[in-house]
C-alpha cells in the first residue's frame, strides 16, 4: 500500500510490495434507510447517476453551480490547459457572502441561521436569524474595509473558538473577496504566528476568552505569541481585532496593546447600519486558506476557489446531507477545520437551514450535553466524527435513549469508524430512525468524496461508499496497476477525476501541489487532458465486491489524531527545539477514544540523563508550539534510535513497539541491539505476544 523505497547501498525494511497485502476483514451486513427519510429526501432520483456519469463530465457539475447566485455565468465549466490547476466554472463573477447571506432574506429574513449554543447551560441560546446575520456581516465587512483598511485578496488570519462571531467574520472576508485563514482554536499561539506569517496576514482576529470544561479560557494571551512568532517570521501584524465573548466586558487577563489591539465592539459602533455591497468575485478567486499537515515539517496552506468550492459544497450538502431550509442542522466539528467551515458556514447557509454552533465539549458537564441539545434544539441532522461517538458512548453509553430528539439523518466524518461503534450510534444515538452516511475527504477536496446517498444507497458499517455523484475513485497499486473491486487487496485510494471542491494550489508552494498530489500516478506530464492526472489522497483503501470503499487510514507521514491531522516531521522538529533533545521521533499509537495519538521517542544529546524533566519539558513544547491537541501518550527517552545503515531513523520499528506489533526483520539496521533495549523500556522485560495491528500501523513508517 505504502512506498516501499529501499535504497540500493541498504538492505532494510521488507522487499513485499504493500500494496499486494491482502486485507482481510468481515464483511458486513447491509442497512436500508427508512421509507420515511427516502420520502422526504432531496436526491431520490435515480437518473443521478447517469446525469452524473463518466459522459457527462465535466457539464455534471453544473447542476451544482445552478444551485447558486452568479452575477455572471460562466462560460467554460472546466479549464484544463494548465494542469493539474484546473480552473472550475472560468468566467463567471460570484459572492459567497451574498449567497449565504443575502440571497437567504427573500424566504427567510427571520428564520434562524445560527444558534449558538454556550457551555454554561444557565445561558441561553442565542439565535441569529438571516436578517440578524445580514446586519452582523454587513457592519462587520465595513470595519474590515474602513478601519483596516482590507481589500479583496488580501489575507487575514482568524484565531477564534466557537462562536456566532466566526462564522460572522469569515462571511464578511468573503463579503470583500479578502482571503481567510481560520486557525483551529486549540492551536497555540505560536502555530497562528507561523500560518499567519505563510498567509502574510496583516491584521489578525481574535476573541478574548470562551468556556472549556468549565473554565473561561484566556484565549488573547496566544496573540501576542501570535504576533511575536509572526514576527521572527518577517510578517508584521498590524492590527489585532478582538471580540469580546461577552460585549462590553473583557474576559482576558492579557493586556490590549495600545494601537496595536482593537475591541471589535467598540469600533463597531462606527459602522452601525452600515451596507457593504458584497464585491462580484471571479469565480477562480481565492475564498479562504486552510493550513494542513503533510510530509514535510511545515503545515501547508489549502487555497480554495470561490465558485467551485460553494458550489460543490452547497451541492453535496443538498444530496448527501440532505439540507433542506426547513432543517436544523448540527455539525459538531470546529470551524477551525475544513468540516466546519464546508459543512457548518457555507454548504447549510447557501441552502438556507439553520446551522448549530456550540461551545465546549461533548461530554462537559455530562454525558447528556448533547442529546439535551439536540432535544432543546430539535436538531434533526447530526453530524460528527468517530472520536466524539467513541467518547459519547464511553462516558454514558445509554444517554441517548433518556432524551426526546429524533434524527433524520447522520454524518460520521474524520476517521475509519469501527462497526461495533457504528452500531451503537445507529441503534442508540439514530434510535434506528436515522440513515447515516459515512463521508471520506480531506481539507485538500473541499467536500465530500466517498459515500452512500443517504435515500438510494444502502448502509454498511465501515465503509464510506462509493464515490458520491461525479467523483471517480481508483485504487492503484505501486506498480500504477489498478486494484481491482472484489479482489481483497488495499492500495493507494485516487480520484480518476478533477472536481470543483478540489484546492486550487498549495498557498505559494506549486511545486508541492504537485509533487504531493500529482506526481506519483501522472501518466504523461505534458498531457492536458485531465485522464492523465489521478490526484493522489495518501490513503490506504479497499474496495469490495459491491464497490463500497473501505478507508484504512494514511499512507504518509501523517498521524490522525481524533480525526485531525498532524504531521509527525511537524512534531519532531518542535521536540527538537528541546535543549536536551538529540533526536526525536514521533509515532502513532491506537487509543479507545481518539484512535490515534502520538508517541514520542527522543534521544538525549552527550552528558544529559534521562529524566522527567526532560520528558515533560517536551510535552510542554508540542503543547506551546502546536497545541494541546499534540500532546503525547507518552515520551520515551531512549538510548539512540534504530537506524539503517545511512543513518535514517527507522520509525516503523518504533511503531511495532508502541502498539506490540512485530518488528519484522531488524538484523539489516546499523544497530539492532538497540531495538531490544527500547522494547524494555516500553513494554517491560517480559516479552508480550504480538498483536495483529490494524493495517495503517503495520504500514507506518514503510516508506522511510
Ligand atoms: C481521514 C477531514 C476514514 C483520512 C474531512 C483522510 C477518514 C484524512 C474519513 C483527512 C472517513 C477522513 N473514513 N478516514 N470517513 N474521513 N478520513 O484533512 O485519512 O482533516 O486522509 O479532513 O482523514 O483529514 P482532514
Sequence with gaps: MTTTTIEKDTLDAVHTDESQIAVHWKEEEYYAPSPDFVKQANLTDPSVNERFAEKNFPQCFEEYADMLTWYERWNTVLDTQDPPFWKWFVGGKINASYNC???NLALYRNKAAIVFVPEPEDEEPQVLTYQELYVRVNEFAALLRSFCGLKAGDRVTIHMPMVAELPITMLACARLGVIHSVVFGGFSGEACGLRAADSGSNVLIYMDGYYRGGKMIDHKAGAEIAVATAAKEGQKIDKVLVWKRYPGKYTS??????????FVDEILKDFRRAIVD??????????????TSGTTGKPKGCQHRTGGYLAYVTGTSKYIQDIHPTDTYWCMADIGWITGHSYIVYGPLAL?????IYEGLPTYPDAGRVWRIAERLGVNIFHTSPTAIRGLRKAGPDEPMKYNYHFKHMTTVGEPIEPEVWRWYYNIVGKTEAVIVDTWWQTENGGFLCSTKPAMDKMKPGSAGPGVPGIYPVIYDENNQEVKAGSGKAGNICIRNPWPGIFQTIWGDRDRFVRQYYAKYCRDTKSKRWQDWPYFAADGAVQAGDGYFRILGRVDDVINV??????????ESACLTVTEVAEAAVVPVVDEIKGRV??????????????KEISDKV???LETMIGKIARPKRVHIVPDMPKTRSGKIMRRVLAAISNTLDTGDITTLANPDVVEQIRITVQGKEKLAFREGPEDLKQFGTQE
Design 101 to 103: 447571506v443575502d440571497r
Design 253 to 262: 487577563a492579557t493586556p490590549m496593546v495600545p494601537d496595536r489591539d482593537f
Design 278 to 291: 458584497p464585491v462580484p468575485m471571479d469565480s477562480e478567486a481565492p475564498l479562504f486558506l486552510m493550513y
Design 352 to 356: 438556507g437551514a439553520t446551522s448549530v
Design 562 to 571: 481524533a480525526g485531525h491531522r498532524l504531521g509527525t516531521k511537524e512534531l
Design 598 to 611: 502520538p508517541e514520542i521517542y527522543i534521544s538525549l544529546k552527550p552528558g544529559y540523563a534521562a529524566n
Design 619 to 621: 510535552i510542554a513544547t
